[in-house]
């Protein structure tokens, strides 16, 4: 079923204490003040995501998940988290192919298909990340770009395990920079992602989220949210303080 989500990327900030006050102070606002059947979503970092887990398992709306997975299964990888790992501390999904992980960690089509695998092994839902770069939609290469990272990233994933991905268009940049698509700019490519995923998963394409990534704060996010193929929103900076993020949430209508 096509949800509406608003997901917290938290990045690599908040100590332990920070992290557990933001996680209460989202948890509780939500609890009392979010009643239009938003699915709300925390990926903390690695360490924080067990106590963060236990601050949402009593909750039906709000979940968390990483921010990254291993592409391999298990061994002899110092320094890597594997999506079982993930899965056991009560995780529900993860974030692949992030734009901060392609362009800095070049992580490849190839290598984050592995990863999408690994979370569907280990019951994870992933929220598959894809957006161009500034040089590509000036030239004209945005829907090229998009459609290469969905279909490399992707389009390997069977039919009955696909309704579970989440997809994140996050023009990069618009991330972090204070900029935003214009709300035709990311209908257009919304649009143009469902009816990519419909050419390959047909009628499936109407159920998945796609939600829209890039500077989203409160002032713009009802008028995004209101668009027929923007089913949320995955947020950033603006995720880091609970008024501010619980006030994006309250603008999907
Ligand atoms: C992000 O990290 O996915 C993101 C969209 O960041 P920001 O909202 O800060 O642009």
Redesign the pocket.
């Known amino acids: 079923m096509r949800r509406k989500i608003v997901a917290g990327?938290w990045?690599m900030n908040l100590n332990s204490q920070e992290a557990r006050q933001l996680a209460s102070e989202v948890v509780n606002m939500v609890k009392d003040e979010v009643r239009n059947g938003v699915e709300v979503l925390l990926f903390p970092p690695f360490v924080h995501l067990s106590q963060v887990g236990q601050l949402v398992v009593e909750r039906k709306n709000i979940f968390c998940g990483a921010q990254n997975c291993s592409a391999l299964p298990s061994g002899a990888y110092t320094g890597e988290i594997s999506a079982s790992m993930i899965e056991s501390v009560g995780a529900k999904f993860v974030?692949i192919g992030?734009?901060?992980r392609r362009q800095y960690f070049n992580e490849t089509n190839e290598v984050l298909a592995q990863k999408v695998l690994r979370a569907f092994e280990n019951n994870l839902s992933p929220v598959f990340?894809c957006g161009e770069l500034k040089e590509e939609r000036e030239k004209g290469k945005h829907f090229e770009t998009v459609s290469r990272q969905i279909e490399e990233g992707l389009f390997h994933i069977k039919s009955s395990d696909f309704s579970r991905v989440v997809i994140?268009y996050?023009p990069v940049w618009?991330?972090?920079?204070?900029l935003t698509a214009s709300p035709a700019q990311a209908q257009e490519m919304h649009l143009f992602i469902r009816n990519l995923l419909s050419k390959k998963y047909g009628s499936l394409a109407g159920e998945i989220s796609i939600l829209y990534?890039?500077?989203?704060?409160e002032q713009n996010a009802a008028e995004l949210f209101s668009l027929p193929d923007i089913d949320g929103?995955?947020?950033?900076?603006?995720?880091l303080k609970s008024r501010s993020f619980v006030n994006i949430i309250k603008s999907m209508a």
């Open positions: 990327n990045k974030l992030h734009s901060e990340c994140a996050e618009a991330i972090g920079t204070g990534g890039g500077s989203c704060n929103g995955l947020i950033g900076g603006a995720s």
